[in-house]
């Protein structure tokens, strides 16, 4: 049971990353340093939204509108760090 606490830990982390090279990505984007016309940023930035906008629809269903401000890649960092103090304080409980 360990072992899946620990695999469960690594894929929160692996997610993480993830949504910190996405909000990178979009500022980048946003601040024209790099743009969609070039193939490789395309390739990531498209594979980066299939993989994260389902989990960002579902947490934009909660938040309320703010215009142009999107909170739910801060929400989801909130909840992997919070799903990851969860986990690594009960892991005694599993040994």
């Known amino acids: 049971m360990l072992s899946l606490m620990q695999i469960i ?7 993480w990353f993830l949504v910190i090279i996405h909000i990178i ?3 980048l984007i946003n601040f024209q340093v790099i743009n969609l016309r070039q193939p490789i940023v395309a390739s990531i930035w498209d594979g980066l939204n299939r993989l994260l906008e389902p989990i960002y629809m579902r947490i934009r269903r909660f938040l309320p509108d703010l215009g142009g401000i999107d909170l739910a890649p801060l929400v989801l960092l909130i909840g992997i ?7 690594q304080n009960n892991m005694h409980l599993f040994i």
């Open 9 to 15: 830990l690594l894929i929160l982390n692996i997610v």
């Open 25 to 27: 990505l979009s500022w």
């Open 81 to 87: 760090y919070a799903l990851q103090v969860v986990i």
